[in-house]
């Protein structure tokens, strides 16, 4: 299994990002995916979840409003659309199999003027 994220940067406060996260080693479409994020001296935290066809998301109090889960099953692909970025949204965001316990290396996100 990899999961492998791209997209971090550094925006601007009220900017935009999107993140993805491609996957392989398994099948894809069967699966639930999530985001989680952590920022410095803090714990991991769940941001978004998306059920294995897509149809059911859950989000963080935090960013609901504000980010997209989606995925593309044909593309072996889950995005993070991000948008209205806060300060506090920096931090290292994670894919996850939640359901196998892999995790992806992580990208860092930077919102800062």
């Known amino acids: 299994v990899q999961l492998v994220e791209s997209g971090g940067g550094l925006v601007q406060p009220g900017g935009s990002l999107r993140l993805s996260c491609a996957a392989s080693g398994f099948t894809f479409s069967m699966y639930i995916m999530s985001w989680y994020r952590q920022a410095p001296e803090k714990e991991r935290e769940l941001v978004a979840r998306?059920?294995?066809?897509?149809?059911?998301?859950n989000y963080a109090d935090s960013v609901k409003g504000r980010f997209t889960i989606s995925r593309d099953n044909a593309k072996n692909t889950v995005y993070l659309q991000m948008n209205a970025l806060k300060p506090e949204d920096t931090a290292v965001y994670y894919c996850?199999?939640?359901?196998?316990?892999?995790w992806g290396q992580g990208t860092q996100v930077t919102v800062s003027s």
């Open positions: 998306i059920s294995s066809g897509g149809g059911t998301t």
């Open positions: 996850n199999l939640p359901q196998r316990g892999y």
